[in-house]
């Protein structure tokens, strides 16, 4: 596909502001169906071809949510990129309003539009999984955070009899159930499905793999369509290490980067903890590697990335983990 123009758009909750790097004209619309389709007049305006066009955006959750969705019901493509992307790619900037930060956008994505690509819809199972997870995941935390209380509150003395801990025992007791009832809906959405049910089956048979991870790897990649190799979704987890030299003077060790999906690192990290507990051949290459003096941090994180190159293998492969199938790692 030839872009012909490249337009920046800047999403808040009520409003999306949009700059077209050519042309420089802007226009502000209503994050809304009607707001949309203002859109499209404002490009017959300007004479904008919305085959020919790139929409570029930062990754807003769901105050994108139906702006994407009308995009690709309307065939305009368009890609999401990191907000960190864009900030660094300024250098000094002064100033921020709505059509400025569009304006840059633009700016960046008429720089990088021979790297850009076109999101690519996703089922509507997909997108329903990725909403019941991250609503599980905020519960969890909630949870977790009225259970360091309640410790907090038994270091102090204060009983279970007391109303301050009745309370959060009570609530703790509802999260379980509502939790409970996210992963039922979770469990029947995949079931129903029989890519994902196959995905879902084949990544539990790595030990160290449970549902959760299982789970996430699936949103995270698409159901494994978004990442070309497991190289790049270790790069994106931020397990993949990166030398770290200049010259002469500057000689480190190869380091991952903190600019990473931190959920996927941790689930990663437990995977990998788990997995050296119950998987031989990993365990005894962890032994071996700690033995001889190696970081325990940096052999954990080779294990994390054995784990995904088997979770990526299982899928090509189309059948479960073999664990005497040494080639799988």
Same mark, same amino acid.
């Given at each position: 596909?030839?872009?012909?123009?490249?337009?920046?758009?800047?999403?808040?909750?009520?409003?999306?502001?949009?700059?077209?790097?050519?042309?420089?004209?802007?226009?502000?619309?209503?994050?809304?169906?009607?707001?949309?389709?203002?859109?499209?007049?404002?490009? /017959?305006?300007?004479?904008?071809?919305?085959?020919?066009?790139?929409?570029?955006?930062?990754?807003?959750?769901?105050?994108?949510?139906?702006?994407?969705?009308?995009?690709?019901?309307?065939?305009?493509p368009f890609c999401k990129v990191n907000a960190l992307?864009?900030? /660094?790619?300024?250098?000094?900037?002064?100033?921020?309003?709505?059509?400025?930060?569009?304006?840059?956008?633009?700016? $960046?994505?008429?720089?990088?539009? %021979?790297?850009?690509?076109?999101?690519?819809?996703?089922?509507?199972?997909?997108?329903?999984?990725?909403?019941?997870?991250?609503?599980?995941?905020?519960?969890?935390?909630?949870?977790?955070?009225?259970?360091?209380?309640?410790?907090?509150?038994?270091?102090?003395?204060?009983?279970?009899? %007391?109303?301050i801990m009745q309370t959060q025992l009570q609530l703790?007791?509802?999260?379980?159930?509502?939790?409970?009832?996210?992963?039922?809906?979770?469990?029947?959405?995949?079931?129903?499905?029989?890519?994902?049910?196959?995905?879902? $089956?084949?990544?539990?048979?790595?030990?160290?793999?449970?549902?959760?991870?299982?789970?996430?790897?699936?949103?995270?990649?698409?159901?494994?369509?978004?990442?070309?190799?497991?190289?790049?979704?270790?790069?994106?987890?931020?397990?993949?290490?990166?030398?770290?030299?200049?010259?002469?003077?500057?000689?480190?060790?190869? /380091?991952?980067?903190?600019?990473?999906?931190?959920?996927?690192?941790?689930?990663? %990290?437990?995977?990998?903890?788990?997995?050296?507990?119950? %998987?031989?051949?990993?365990?005894?290459? $962890?032994? #071996?590697?700690?033995?001889?003096?190696?970081? !325990?941090?940096?052999?954990?994180?080779?294990?994390?990335? !054995?784990?995904?190159? #088997?979770?990526?293998?299982?899928?090509? /492969?189309?059948?479960?983990?073999?664990?005497?199938?040494?080639?799988?790692?």
């Amino acid at each position: 596909m030839k872009v012909q123009h490249i337009i920046g758009a800047d999403l808040s909750k009520k409003s999306i502001d949009l700059v077209c790097h050519l042309l420089k004209s802007h226009v502000q619309i209503q994050n809304t169906v009607t707001g949309f389709k203002d859109l499209i007049q404002w490009m /017959r305006q300007q004479k904008i071809n919305p085959s020919k066009i790139m929409i570029v955006m930062e990754h807003t959750g769901l105050y994108s949510y139906c702006f994407e969705h009308f995009l690709h019901e309307h065939q305009i493509p368009f890609c999401k990129v990191n907000a960190l992307a864009i900030k /660094r790619s300024m250098g000094l900037v002064r100033g921020k309003t709505d059509k400025l930060d569009a304006v840059r956008i633009a700016a $960046y994505g008429y720089e990088k539009k %021979d790297n850009l690509a076109v999101d690519v819809p996703t089922s509507d199972a997909l997108k329903r999984l990725k909403m019941l997870h991250s609503t599980r995941d905020r519960l969890v935390k909630q949870r977790a955070s009225l259970a360091c209380a309640i410790k907090e509150y038994r270091h102090i003395g204060i009983t279970e009899k %007391d109303v301050i801990m009745q309370t959060q025992l009570q609530l703790i007791k509802n999260f379980d159930r509502q939790i409970e009832k996210l992963m039922t809906e979770i469990e029947i959405i995949i079931n129903e499905q029989e890519p994902l049910k196959q995905s879902f $089956y084949l990544l539990q048979s790595i030990k160290g793999v449970g549902k959760i991870l299982a789970l996430t790897a699936i949103i995270k990649t698409s159901n494994f369509a978004r990442f070309a190799n497991a190289r790049k979704f270790a790069c994106y987890c931020g397990t993949a290490p990166f030398e770290h030299s200049s010259g002469t003077s500057i000689r480190k060790k190869s /380091r991952v980067s903190h600019l990473a999906d931190k959920q996927m690192k941790t689930l990663l %990290d437990l995977s990998a903890k788990s997995a050296i507990q119950y %998987d031989k051949e990993l365990r005894e290459y $962890y032994l #071996r590697r700690t033995n001889d003096g190696k970081s !325990k941090m940096s052999t954990i994180n080779i294990v994390r990335n !054995k784990i995904l190159y #088997r979770m990526f293998a299982v899928i090509k /492969r189309q059948t479960p983990f073999v664990e005497s199938y040494l080639q799988a790692a």
